[in-house]
């Protein structure tokens, strides 16, 4: 009882003081804090983030206690927090001269090196600090490294020092953590996950490590780890949204669509008016082709969002399933007023147009697309086949090129201008596009093959073919 009450006392004492140093401000009293206050105000303010606050509060201790050390250290301190590791310098250049063994300020002018992006200068301050902390306090120092580190992407020197950390302290669980989360943004996911391993091999009811670990087999397509990893943590918490959304995104990655519906269904009774999973579920059904049951979702989304453009796009492609093309352009056009120039939804549109036997009108679709999204490749490929299709051949040809000069490294512009070519009886020009097309993807030559199969009757295309196969 008195622990609590001592406890009570000290929060309802902190307050106090907050609020006699913050009605200075206002009431125009002014009242007297020794350093240890002053240093306790200060440390409120760093910790709420607000560093200009806390920058005021340290000038204004300084101008009462202008000798203090150690308002002047939280005066650098604050400095490197606002991204002023210059002026943090100066102070703390003065303050080693009095301090020099004191691993706080090497560990501080560290951090503003590190700021001035001079790495192998803030190295150094670092194993400075780190050499003039008591051994049971090194761990900790060097954790403290590492996450400075962390603040300008360094993660590499930041594991250095994880890892001396953890060879300290190998049951820490911050450290390893943090050595898996660093791995994964240095791209090393076997090494992040043997320490998330680690991590759960101490305490296996960690959700955050599990739903971690879901996402990194995620990420190297083994999805059915992946939904191990998230089965683990709905079982831990089975309110944790995250963990059901990405099982059900697996399972349709899967292509386990039934399986996914399921998930999708379970996650309604946590989010029950979200207008997004009703059209991942509406998808779903699509790709099962149960139509109604995916017609039904995507009404539900409209009923919560009736601006929601990805559910007018799933009504557009059902009703374009079922050959129903005029309401498929009618849903689809609805969709392009909630989303303007969207590129998905003007492919879908010039697709549509074309059914209608529109090909201008489709034409003008797929430019807007690749407007939109010079990168959308269907969409240029469809719209100089549009070109082939009305007899436009050099129409085509130009779509393509203009096609390759936005894209160079795109294989299938150059294999399809090599066939339009080849079809103009243009042998030279489609053996050039035929060598760069080759040059960046070889086995896409048989897609070639698939588009125009007469090549493969053609001596000369047979022949640079098996020169490049060589060389894979």
């Known amino acids: 009882m008195s622990e609590e009450k001592d406890r009570c006392f000290n929060e309802s004492g902190f307050a106090s003081l907050v609020k006699r140093y913050e009605g200075m401000g206002s009431n125009r009293t002014r009242y007297y804090f020794d350093v240890d206050e002053f240093e306790e105000i200060i440390d409120h303010y760093l910790d709420l983030g607000n560093y200009m606050d806390a920058y005021n509060a340290a000038e204004h201790a300084l101008k009462l206690h202008p000798s203090s050390i150690s308002i002047l250290f939280k005066k650098a301190v604050i400095l490197n927090e606002k991204a002023q590791p210059l002026d943090s310098l100066r102070i703390l250049r003065i303050i080693e001269k009095i301090e020099l063994n004191n691993p706080e300020v090497h560990f501080a002018k560290g951090v503003a090196f590190n700021l001035l992006g001079q790495i192998k200068i803030a190295v150094k301050q670092f194993n400075k600090s ?65 320490f998330y391993n680690r991590f759960l091999d101490i305490d296996p009811f960690s959700t955050d490590v599990w739903y971690n670990m879901g996402l990194l087999y995620n990420r190297v397509e083994n999805n059915d780890k992946a939904i191990e990893a998230y089965d683990f943590v709905i079982s831990l918490d089975d309110e944790y949204a995250p963990a059901y959304f990405n099982k059900a995104s697996t399972l349709a990655n899967k292509g386990d669509y039934r399986a996914a519906i399921a998930v999708y269904k379970d996650l309604l009774y946590l989010e029950e008016n979200n207008e997004q999973l009703f059209c991942y579920i509406g998808e779903c059904y699509e790709k099962i082709e149960q139509w109604d049951e995916a017609l039904k979702y995507y009404r539900k989304a409209l009923v919560v969002n009736p601006d929601f453009a990805d559910a007018w796009l799933g009504l557009s492609l059902v009703m374009l399933a079922g050959e129903k093309y005029n309401k498929s352009l009618c849903y689809i056009e609805k969709a392009l007023v909630c989303s303007p120039g969207n590129s998905e939804y003007c492919f879908v549109l010039g697709n549509i147009y074309l059914k209608l036997n529109r090909p201008y009108n489709a034409i003008k679709a797929y430019r807007k697309a690749v407007e939109s999204d010079p990168e959308d490749f269907e969409s240029w490929i469809n719209m100089a086949e549009t070109f082939m299709m009305l007899g436009k051949k050099e129409k085509a040809i130009q779509i393509l090129t203009e096609a390759a000069g936005i894209n160079p490294g795109i294989a299938r512009f150059n294999y399809r201008l090599a066939a339009y070519h080849l079809m103009e009886n243009n042998r030279e020009k489609a053996g050039h596009f035929l060598r760069i097309a080759l040059s960046l993807d070889y086995d896409l030559h048989r897609e070639f093959f698939d588009y125009y199969p007469k090549a493969s009757g053609l001596t000369v295309v047979k022949r640079l073919i098996e020169s490049y196969s060589k060389t894979q």
Do not use: V
């Open 130 to 194: 780190i050499n003039y902390t008591p051994e049971e306090g090194k761990p900790d120092m060097m954790f403290n490294t590492a996450m400075a580190f962390e603040q300008n992407d360094r993660f590499r020197i930041a594991l250095r020092y994880l890892g001396q950390a953890h060879d300290l302290e190998p049951e820490n669980l911050s450290y390893i953590y943090y050595i898996a989360y660093f791995n994964e943004r240095i791209d090393q996911p076997d090494k992040a996950l043997a």
